[in-house]
Protein backbone atom coordinates (compact mmCIF):
# COMPACT_ATOMS: atom_id res chain seq x y z
CA UNK A 1 0.00 0.00 0.00
CA UNK A 2 1.56 3.44 -0.90
CA UNK A 3 1.74 5.76 1.96
CA UNK A 4 3.78 7.95 4.56
CA UNK A 5 4.51 6.63 8.06
CA UNK A 6 5.55 8.91 11.13
CA UNK A 7 6.55 7.52 14.25
CA UNK A 8 5.67 8.00 16.71
CA UNK A 9 1.82 9.11 16.72
CA UNK A 10 2.00 10.26 20.35
CA UNK A 11 4.92 11.60 22.00
CA UNK A 12 4.93 13.54 25.66
CA UNK A 13 8.24 15.03 26.57
CA UNK A 14 10.34 17.41 28.71
CA UNK A 15 11.61 20.34 27.38
CA UNK A 16 15.32 20.18 26.18
CA UNK A 17 15.21 16.49 25.64
CA UNK A 18 16.21 15.78 21.98
CA UNK A 19 13.75 14.35 20.05
CA UNK A 20 13.20 12.57 16.65
CA UNK A 21 10.16 12.08 14.37
CA UNK A 22 10.53 9.68 11.30
CA UNK A 23 8.47 10.01 7.95
CA UNK A 24 8.82 7.59 5.62
CA UNK A 25 7.00 6.89 2.23
CA UNK A 26 7.37 3.75 0.27
CA UNK A 27 5.81 5.82 -3.05
CA UNK A 28 9.40 6.67 -4.21
CA UNK A 29 8.89 10.37 -4.26
CA UNK A 30 11.67 12.63 -4.57
CA UNK A 31 9.93 15.52 -2.49
CA UNK A 32 9.32 15.46 1.22
CA UNK A 33 8.08 18.07 3.36
CA UNK A 34 7.17 18.89 6.97
CA UNK A 35 4.32 20.72 8.35
CA UNK A 36 2.82 21.78 11.28
CA UNK A 37 -0.54 22.58 12.58
CA UNK A 38 -2.08 24.92 15.17
CA UNK A 39 -5.12 26.16 15.82
CA UNK A 40 -6.72 28.84 14.22
CA UNK A 41 -3.22 28.60 12.09
CA UNK A 42 -3.99 26.15 9.85
CA UNK A 43 -0.62 23.95 8.86
CA UNK A 44 2.59 26.01 8.15
CA UNK A 45 5.56 24.30 6.48
CA UNK A 46 8.33 23.97 8.63
CA UNK A 47 11.14 22.59 6.26
CA UNK A 48 11.06 20.46 2.65
CA UNK A 49 13.24 18.92 0.29
CA UNK A 50 13.01 18.62 -3.09
CA UNK A 51 15.80 15.64 -3.36
CA UNK A 52 18.00 13.94 -1.04
CA UNK A 53 20.65 16.80 -2.29
CA UNK A 54 18.52 20.08 -1.42
CA UNK A 55 16.43 20.86 1.35
CA UNK A 56 15.72 23.89 3.11
CA UNK A 57 13.71 25.99 5.23
CA UNK A 58 10.11 26.83 5.15
CA UNK A 59 7.96 29.28 7.29
CA UNK A 60 8.34 28.32 10.50
CA UNK A 61 12.24 26.43 10.77
CA UNK A 62 13.04 27.75 14.00
CA UNK A 63 13.66 24.89 16.79
CA UNK A 64 13.76 22.61 13.66
CA UNK A 65 16.36 20.11 11.87
CA UNK A 66 15.75 17.58 9.27
CA UNK A 67 17.91 15.48 7.04
CA UNK A 68 17.74 13.74 3.68
CA UNK A 69 20.16 10.79 3.49
CA UNK A 70 18.30 8.67 1.46
CA UNK A 71 15.18 8.96 -0.73
CA UNK A 72 12.37 7.81 1.55
CA UNK A 73 13.43 9.32 5.09
CA UNK A 74 12.97 12.60 5.86
CA UNK A 75 13.41 12.88 10.06
CA UNK A 76 12.52 15.94 12.00
CA UNK A 77 14.87 16.68 14.76
CA UNK A 78 14.37 19.17 17.39
CA UNK A 79 17.10 19.37 19.45
CA UNK A 80 16.40 21.20 22.26
CA UNK A 81 12.15 21.23 22.57
CA UNK A 82 10.45 24.01 24.18
CA UNK A 83 6.90 24.39 24.96
CA UNK A 84 5.83 26.51 21.90
CA UNK A 85 6.88 23.57 20.20
CA UNK A 86 3.84 21.58 21.16
CA UNK A 87 1.49 21.01 17.89
CA UNK A 88 0.73 18.53 15.21
CA UNK A 89 3.44 17.47 13.13
CA UNK A 90 2.70 15.98 9.52
CA UNK A 91 5.08 14.50 6.83
CA UNK A 92 4.00 14.91 3.12
CA UNK A 93 5.39 13.90 -0.08
CA UNK A 94 4.63 13.98 -3.35
CA UNK A 95 6.58 12.81 -6.91
CA UNK A 96 8.41 16.20 -7.63
CA UNK A 97 9.01 19.20 -6.00
CA UNK A 98 7.29 21.26 -9.10
CA UNK A 99 4.11 20.97 -11.17
CA UNK A 100 0.64 19.69 -10.22
CA UNK A 101 1.79 17.11 -8.07
CA UNK A 102 -0.15 15.54 -5.40
CA UNK A 103 0.66 15.99 -1.83
CA UNK A 104 0.18 12.65 0.63
CA UNK A 105 0.25 13.27 4.16
CA UNK A 106 1.46 10.72 6.78
CA UNK A 107 -1.25 10.64 9.86
CA UNK A 108 0.56 13.10 11.62
CA UNK A 109 2.12 13.34 15.32
CA UNK A 110 0.62 14.96 18.23
CA UNK A 111 3.78 16.39 20.52
CA UNK A 112 3.20 17.93 23.81
CA UNK A 113 6.32 19.28 25.64
CA UNK A 114 6.12 20.11 29.08
CA UNK B 1 3.25 37.17 0.49
CA UNK B 2 0.04 34.19 -0.36
CA UNK B 3 -2.49 33.86 2.26
CA UNK B 4 -5.56 32.40 2.66
CA UNK B 5 -8.59 33.30 3.90
CA UNK B 6 -11.13 31.07 5.45
CA UNK B 7 -14.11 33.38 7.41
CA UNK B 8 -15.92 30.75 9.05
CA UNK B 9 -14.85 29.09 11.69
CA UNK B 10 -17.33 26.46 11.88
CA UNK B 11 -20.28 25.51 10.01
CA UNK B 12 -23.70 23.30 10.39
CA UNK B 13 -25.60 21.66 7.80
CA UNK B 14 -28.74 19.26 7.92
CA UNK B 15 -28.02 15.60 6.78
CA UNK B 16 -29.05 15.42 2.93
CA UNK B 17 -28.84 19.42 3.03
CA UNK B 18 -26.33 21.48 0.65
CA UNK B 19 -23.62 23.74 2.37
CA UNK B 20 -20.83 25.90 0.87
CA UNK B 21 -17.59 26.72 2.75
CA UNK B 22 -16.17 29.69 2.00
CA UNK B 23 -12.26 30.41 0.94
CA UNK B 24 -10.60 33.75 -0.73
CA UNK B 25 -6.88 33.95 -1.29
CA UNK B 26 -4.61 36.56 -1.90
CA UNK B 27 -1.66 35.72 -5.17
CA UNK B 28 -0.08 38.03 -7.48
CA UNK B 29 0.56 34.78 -9.64
CA UNK B 30 -1.72 33.46 -12.41
CA UNK B 31 -0.56 30.33 -12.35
CA UNK B 32 -1.74 28.24 -9.22
CA UNK B 33 -3.61 25.44 -7.64
CA UNK B 34 -6.02 25.51 -5.34
CA UNK B 35 -6.78 22.33 -2.82
CA UNK B 36 -9.71 21.75 -0.61
CA UNK B 37 -8.43 19.04 2.41
CA UNK B 38 -10.42 17.28 4.92
CA UNK B 39 -9.51 16.25 8.23
CA UNK B 40 -12.05 14.31 10.35
CA UNK B 41 -11.41 13.58 13.59
CA UNK B 42 -8.50 10.60 12.93
CA UNK B 43 -6.19 13.61 11.83
CA UNK B 44 -5.68 12.35 8.36
CA UNK B 45 -5.60 14.70 5.51
CA UNK B 46 -7.40 13.62 2.50
CA UNK B 47 -7.72 15.50 -0.44
CA UNK B 48 -11.23 16.45 -1.43
CA UNK B 49 -11.03 18.46 -4.67
CA UNK B 50 -8.43 20.35 -6.47
CA UNK B 51 -8.60 22.91 -9.21
CA UNK B 52 -6.11 24.43 -11.43
CA UNK B 53 -6.23 27.78 -12.55
CA UNK B 54 -5.88 28.43 -15.67
CA UNK B 55 -8.89 25.76 -16.19
CA UNK B 56 -12.28 28.01 -16.04
CA UNK B 57 -14.32 24.88 -15.30
CA UNK B 58 -15.21 23.95 -12.31
CA UNK B 59 -14.02 20.69 -10.98
CA UNK B 60 -16.43 18.63 -9.51
CA UNK B 61 -15.64 15.08 -7.61
CA UNK B 62 -19.37 13.09 -6.84
CA UNK B 63 -21.25 15.47 -4.06
CA UNK B 64 -18.49 18.29 -3.60
CA UNK B 65 -18.08 20.83 -6.02
CA UNK B 66 -16.33 24.15 -6.35
CA UNK B 67 -17.17 27.88 -7.24
CA UNK B 68 -14.12 29.36 -8.47
CA UNK B 69 -13.98 33.37 -9.10
CA UNK B 70 -10.07 33.79 -10.28
CA UNK B 71 -10.61 36.94 -11.12
CA UNK B 72 -12.48 37.53 -7.09
CA UNK B 73 -9.68 35.15 -5.87
CA UNK B 74 -12.65 32.76 -4.34
CA UNK B 75 -12.76 29.17 -4.17
CA UNK B 76 -15.41 28.25 -2.46
CA UNK B 77 -16.21 24.05 -1.88
CA UNK B 78 -20.26 23.15 -2.19
CA UNK B 79 -21.20 19.63 -0.46
CA UNK B 80 -24.38 18.10 -1.81
CA UNK B 81 -26.60 15.93 -0.32
CA UNK B 82 -24.59 15.95 2.99
CA UNK B 83 -23.66 12.85 5.07
CA UNK B 84 -22.70 12.48 8.70
CA UNK B 85 -19.16 11.20 7.23
CA UNK B 86 -19.15 14.81 6.22
CA UNK B 87 -18.07 16.36 9.43
CA UNK B 88 -15.01 17.07 9.36
CA UNK B 89 -12.29 20.31 9.66
CA UNK B 90 -11.89 21.46 5.71
CA UNK B 91 -8.55 23.55 4.73
CA UNK B 92 -8.84 25.26 1.89
CA UNK B 93 -4.93 25.50 0.21
CA UNK B 94 -2.97 27.02 -1.89
CA UNK B 95 0.08 26.26 -4.05
CA UNK B 96 2.00 27.94 -7.06
CA UNK B 97 4.64 25.85 -8.73
CA UNK B 98 7.07 28.70 -8.49
CA UNK B 99 6.38 28.98 -4.95
CA UNK B 100 9.57 28.42 -3.06
CA UNK B 101 9.21 25.18 -1.45
CA UNK B 102 6.58 23.89 -3.37
CA UNK B 103 4.52 24.16 -0.22
CA UNK B 104 0.53 24.35 0.48
CA UNK B 105 -0.23 27.58 2.05
CA UNK B 106 -3.56 26.76 4.19
CA UNK B 107 -6.37 28.82 5.27
CA UNK B 108 -7.38 28.46 9.35
CA UNK B 109 -10.02 25.72 8.37
CA UNK B 110 -13.81 25.21 9.24
CA UNK B 111 -15.06 22.97 11.01
CA UNK B 112 -18.33 21.35 9.43
CA UNK B 113 -21.19 19.84 11.86
CA UNK B 114 -23.88 17.69 10.40
CA UNK B 115 -26.65 17.26 12.16
CA UNK B 116 -29.06 14.11 11.69
Known amino acids: EAQVTQNPRYLITVTGKKLTVTCSQN?????MSWYRQDPGLGLRQIYY???????DKGDVPEGYKVSRKEKRNFPLILESPSPNQTSLYFC?????????????FGPGTRLTVT | AQTVTQSQPEMSVQEAETVTLSCTYD???????LFWYKQPPSRQMILVIR??????QNATENRFSVNFQKAAKSFSLKISDSQLGDAAMYFC?????????????FGAGTILRVKS
Open chain 1, 92 to 104: ASSLSGTGFNEQY
Open chain 1, 27 to 31: MNHEY
Open chain 1, 49 to 55: SMNVEVT
Open chain 2, 27 to 33: TSESDYY
Open chain 2, 51 to 56: QEAYKQ
Open chain 2, 93 to 105: AYRTPLLHGNKLV
